[in-house]
């Protein structure tokens, strides 16, 4: 069964920080992973999409990297600001299941 | 962006009575879509796979007389939260699978529905 784990948990910092964010899954033969924005009691907003055959993707101040060998990807914040604040949840589609096993998330918090 | 719909965004019951949750996906059709919910400060947990015109599929766990899945479409999923009880509270989101284009295979989600039983 697919566990997927994100690190840190929680993380504050202030504005104007590169960060990065750690994702971790224990099957490698995954279809694609995943990031996501989830603000307080809102829905998930979809950030980057990597497809199992990439090793990364930018959209704007985001970069997602994916080492699937490793089971490893990381989003990349640059120049965080305080808007950034949100919980960040990666997920994995397991090849073949096509539903997502997400993380816990990691509530960032970015101070003005 | 593909854009999901899910209605009600809040709803307060009381304990017994049933409550219907509708997932659409406005500008593409989803012959897959997946119902999740999350509980305060916790992760998703997928709930089920709802297939167009086919029974859904449970996860371990879920009971299948208690939640009640139907799509009826290709741009619309319900579930039914029957005899709900305080412990059915909840964040319930769904989520559509686009079936082609060039974001195939990527899923998108609605903004969810809040479960207050009282």
């Known amino acids: 069964k697919q566990e997927v784990t994100q690190i840190p948990a929680a993380l504050s910092v202030p504005e104007g920080e590169n960060l990065v964010l750690n994702c971790s899954f224990t099957?490698?033969?995954?279809?694609?992973l995943q990031w996501f924005r989830q603000d307080p009691g809102k829905g998930l907003t979809s950030l980057l999409l990597?497809?199992?055959?990439?090793r990364e993707q930018t959209s704007g101040r985001l970069n997602a990297s994916l080492d699937k060998s490793s089971g490893r990807s990381t989003l990349y914040i640059a120049a965080s600001q305080p808007g950034d604040s949100a919980t960040y949840l990666c997920a994995v589609n397991d090849t073949g299941r096509r539903a997502l096993t997400f993380g816990s998330g990691t509530r960032l918090q970015v101070q003005p | 962006g593909a854009v999901v719909s899910q209605h009600p965004s809040r709803v307060i019951c009381k304990s017994g009575t049933s409550v219907k949750i509708e997932c659409r996906s406005l500008?593409?059709?989803?012959?897959?879509m997946f119902w999740y919910r999350q509980f305060p400060k916790q992760s998703l947990m997928l709930m089920a796979t709802?297939?167009?015109?086919?029974?859904?599929?449970?996860e371990q766990g879920v009971e299948k007389d208690k939640f009640l899945i139907n799509h009826a479409s290709l741009t619309l999923s319900t579930l039914t939260v029957t005899s709900a009880h305080p412990e059915d509270s909840s964040f319930y989101i769904c989520s559509a699978r686009s079936a082609g284009g060039l974001r195939t295979g990527e899923l998108f989600f609605g903004e969810g529905s809040r479960l207050t039983v009282l």
């Open positions: 099957d490698s033969a995954i279809y694609n």
């Open positions: 990597i497809q199992s055959s990439q």
């Open positions: 500008d593409f059709q989803a012959t897959t």
């Open positions: 709802s297939n167009e015109g086919s029974k859904a599929t449970y």
